[in-house]
C-alpha cells in the first residue's frame, strides 16, 4: 500500500525510511536569531516544505494563509502555511512552508530545495548543488 509523505506528516507517523535526512536550520524570516536547527526529510515527491506546529509556534512564525490538500486516502485536507527562512549546507532562503501537526516529520520539499539550489543525488543519497537554468 502507497502511503505519501503528506499522509505521513498529517497523521505524525515517524520512522520513515528510505529518504535522504540532511540537518538544517528553520528561523523566523525577520527575526533570523529565532531559529532551530532540525533533521528534514528530504523528499523529492513532496513539492512543500512541512515543519511541525510546534516548532512554527517556537519561532513565532505568523501564518499567512492556508491550502488545501489531498492525502493519499483521497481525502482533501487544509493546513496552515508561513514563511520560514531555511538554511541546507550553509545555503539560505525564504520559503513558503507548511504547518503539520505536532508529530509532523519536517520535511523539505522539492521547491525549497530548488530555491537553495540543491538536489537529491539518488545514488548517493546525499544533496548536490543543482545547475541552475535561466530559460
Known amino acids: 500500500m502507497y502511503i505519501s ?3 505521513c506528516f498529517s497523521l505524525g507517523l515517524s520512522g520513515i525510511m528510505g529518504y535522504v535526512r540532511v540537518k538544517g536550520v528553520i528561523a523566523n524570516p525577520f527575526r533570523r536569531d529565532l531559529k ?3 533533521e528534514f526529510i528530504a523528499d523529492t515527491g ?3 516544505t512541512v515543519i511541525p506546529k510546534h516548532i512554527a509556534d517556537e519561532l513565532s512564525l505568523e501564518v499567512t494563509g492556508k491550502r488545501r490538500f489531498k492525502i493519499a486516502s483521497g ?3 487544509e493546513y496552515p502555511v508561513t514563511e520560514a527562512y531555511i538554511v ?3 545555503r539560505g532562503v525564504t520559503s513558503l512552508v507548511v504547518i503539520g501537526t505536532e508529530k509532523a516529520p519536517p520535511l523539505l520539499g522539492v ?3 530548488e530555491l537553495l539550489g540543491l538536489q537529491v543525488d539518488p545514488i548517493t543519497g546525499k544533496l548536490k548543488p543543482l545547475e541552475l537554468m535561466i530559460l
Open 36 to 38: 532551530v536547527e532540525v
Open 88 to 90: 541546507i549546507e550553509g
Open 46 to 48: 513532496a513539492i512543500y
Open 111 to 113: 521547491t525549497t530545495l
Open 5 to 7: 509523505l503528506i499522509t
Open 75 to 77: 481525502e482533501v485536507v
